[in-house]
């Protein structure tokens, strides 16, 4: 059995070369293996657990490049297909200072969006413990019905299943077909994270509490929120409450959001029954790790070399 699954995008970060620069001020940029689902099953590799990954990349250098980064951090890739004729995803990303991205995707259409039902590895959905993915995968056809299909057989086969919003504004007709497609998902969603933009686009409000009801009676059994430099936030029927963030020296924020839900997901999938943890005293246990997954991430430049091991992150927890 496969603790975690992502399906979504992998795809190739070209960070601009120096932080504090605009992408309209571009010098030079470094490439980089990301995709939020990507760097989740990675993530929580490192932290010990068994994972997989389910997307589709172009039959070219990034795509082949990119399934091997997978391999060796120990990902298992039998989900993956090439595609001949659409070219894998690349994300041009600027950091204006360390809490701040940029983006501007190459993505007309892009691999990962030509994912089809019928290219889904059916064995890796026939009983993970949890299947994660985000809103990119809804932002187009075939992978958006692709990404349900999943959400069927993951469930199931009694899966936890997690949706990151991840909202990314440029790759939506606009908000309102963002939030449209969000909606339709939520039944089929036990763990929702969001940030603080991503609820206010959702229910039009930033109250955390507030929002946050509003969206269980939507179908989510456990809301997190991430608040950045402040922590995190969770809401679930048994109780909410705020963890705090560790104060750590942050040189890119990059990817801490997926090291954060990595870090989540691990210890959520920790136990054969998930929804025993859905009380305060264990929750804030638990984000008090994803807290500091998502911190140490932040301490280093780029995503998949700066994701931390379980022992540097149990080192980091006594150290506090």
């Known amino acids: 059995m496969v603790d975690i699954v992502c399906l979504g995008e992998i795809l190739v970060d070209m960070f601009l070369a120096e932080l504090g620069r605009k992408l309209s001020d571009f010098t030079a940029f470094q490439p980089k293996p990301g995709g939020a689902p990507a760097n989740v099953a990675v993530a ?3 932290l010990g657990k068994s994972t997989a990954f389910i997307g589709k990349v172009g039959e070219d250098a990034f795509g ?9 951090q120990g990902v298992d890739t039998c989900g993956v297909r090439f595609d001949p004729d659409a070219r ?3 994300a041009f990303i600027a950091k204006p200072d360390e809490n701040t991205s940029e983006y501007v995707f190459y993505r007309n259409p892009g691999a990962d969006l030509m994912l089809r039902s019928d290219e889904l590895e059916r ?3 026939e009983g993970p413990r949890a299947l994660h993915f985000g809103s990119l995968s809804l932002t187009g056809e075939p992978i958006r019905s692709t990404t349900y299909q999943a959400v069927k057989l993951a469930a199931a086969a009694g899966a936890l299943i997690s949706f990151d919003v991840n909202y990314r504004p440029n790759l939506w007709s606009g908000p309102e077909e963002a939030i449209k497609q969000i909606r339709i998902m939520l039944p089929n969603t036990n763990l929702l994270k969001v940030n603080e933009i991503e609820l206010e686009l ?8 507030k929002a946050c009801t509003t969206l269980i009676t939507n179908g989510p059994e456990l809301v997190v929120v991430t608040l950045g430099t402040q922590g995190s936030y969770y809401y679930c029927a048994s109780g909410h409450g705020m963890v705090p963030a560790f104060k750590v020296q942050a040189v890119d924020a990059t990817g801490c959001g997926d090291a954060f839900t990595a870090g989540l997901l691990s210890q959520l999938v920790d136990y054969e029954n998930w929804h025993s943890k859905l009380f305060p005293d264990k929750l804030q246990e638990i984000l008090r790790y994803a807290n500091a997954v998502g911190a140490l991430t932040a301490t280093r430049v780029g995503v998949i070399n700066a994701l931390p091991n379980a022992q540097k992150v149990t080192e980091f927890l006594a150290e506090q």
């Open 44 to 46: 929580a590799a490192r």
């Open 64 to 72: 082949y490049n990119l399934v091997q980064v997978l391999k060796d």
């Open 88 to 90: 894998t995803t690349l």
């Open 123 to 125: 064995s890796l959905l």
């Open 202 to 209: 959702l229910v039009g409000h930033k109250d955390l509490e």
